[in-house]
Structures are given as C-alpha cells and as structure tokens.
C-alpha cells in the first residue's frame, strides 16, 4: 500500500505572515511530497510495504545502507505530518488552563517555555526538529538532527517545530529564533498538544 501526502488541516494562506502561503508550497508541496515519494520508491518490493509508518520508523532506526535512506524518508514524513498538525491559524496567544498548567509546572511560566525552546532551536546546530515532550509527566523540550525524532528513543512528542532552512528561509531568510517564537506565539494548536496528552495516558 503506498503512502499519500496527507491534506494539510488548514487552507495554505491562513499560516501569513508567520509562515507564507508561498513557503507552503514549497515545503509541503515540494519538500514533503518528496518524502513520500522517495519512501513509496525505497518500500516497493520490499517487506516495509505492508507496514504502517511508524512501524517502518521503529524497524529502521538504525538501518545502515538502504535502511537508513528508507527511515530518513520514512521519519520526514511522520515528521512533517506531526508539524502541520501543531500549527492552527489563529493559534499561539494563550494556552488553555490544563496546558498552561502543565507549562508553568514545568517551565515556571509561558515566557519561560518560549524562551527555553526558542533557544534549543538555535542550538540545534544545522537541519532539524525542536520538540516539546512528555517526560515523568513534564513537560520538557528536546531537539534531534535530520530526521531524527523522540519516537524512535521511546519519548512521546507532544509538538514540533521544523528548524530546518527550508521551513523558514522564504519568509524570515537566517532569523530561525525570530521564526520559532513566531510560529509559537501566532501559530501554536494547543488543541493538538491536549490531544497528544490525553493520548500518552
Ligand atoms: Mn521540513
């Protein structure tokens, strides 16, 4: 069963200014299309192509060779599906109670989780995921290089947000800090986060 690119759950235009109705194009409807193909050619004929996505992940995490190529594709995919479902138009401002709740418990406050994220995204030094994770029922943030993600060290991902150059390079050129306390503060789905919470329990 091949993969398809999954629908975007917002109208392409609705992320501006934070993200560009032309930065989706490219990065949705070139660089994630892309992904899926790539992964649909690599699985062809092998025993992947019966599997789920995160089974493929799971199996080829420390695949060498062709495996290796088959997770790189296979965990761009999971990842860039998990990334759209974190944003929402209109998202950001305040975060409802049980998750403020959860932000204060773990970070002091909102400002500080902003912060503290913002800052693991600019260290996560070239392409990559910064993350917000459940850990010891926390809250905590992580980062991973490439396509790497918690999954695959058995951390459950509340939320995502791409740092690679191509998620932000058209609207916000080097600025990665600017572009990730952006899209927290106008595009955070908080709704998403709550649903990842209830799912972890
Ligand atoms: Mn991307």
Redesign the pocket.
């Known amino acids: 069963m091949a993969f398809t690119l999954k629908p975007l759950p917002f109208p392409k235009d609705s992320l501006a200014p934070t993200i560009s109705a032309k930065t989706i194009d490219h990065?949705y409807g070139k660089?994630?299309q892309t992904y899926v193909t790539k992964l649909n050619e690599l699985i062809a004929g092998t025993p992947h192509e019966k599997s789920d996505l995160e089974t493929i992940i799971k199996a080829t995490a420390k695949g060498e060779g062709k495996e290796k190529k088959i997770f790189n594709n296979a965990a761009?995919v999971w990842?860039?599906d998990f990334?759209w479902d974190s944003l929402a138009p209109n998202g950001g401002q305040k975060p409802p109670e049980n998750i403020a709740k959860y932000l204060n418990d773990s970070f002091g406050s909102f400002d500080s989780f902003r912060d503290k994220f913002v800052d693991a995204a600019i260290n996560q030094f070239g392409s990559g995921w910064a993350w917000l994770v459940l850990k010891n029922g926390k809250f905590d943030i992580s980062t991973t290089s490439n396509a790497d993600c918690p999954m695959t060290s058995g951390i459950h991902a509340l939320w995502t947000c791409?740092v690679?150059e191509?998620?932000y390079y058209l609207d916000h050129q080097q600025n990665r800090a600017g572009f990730v306390k952006a899209v927290i503060e106008n595009l955070t789905n908080w709704q998403f986060i709550g649903l990842r919470l209830a799912q972890a329990k």
């Open positions: 990065h660089h994630h761009q990842n860039h990334f791409d690679w191509h998620a």
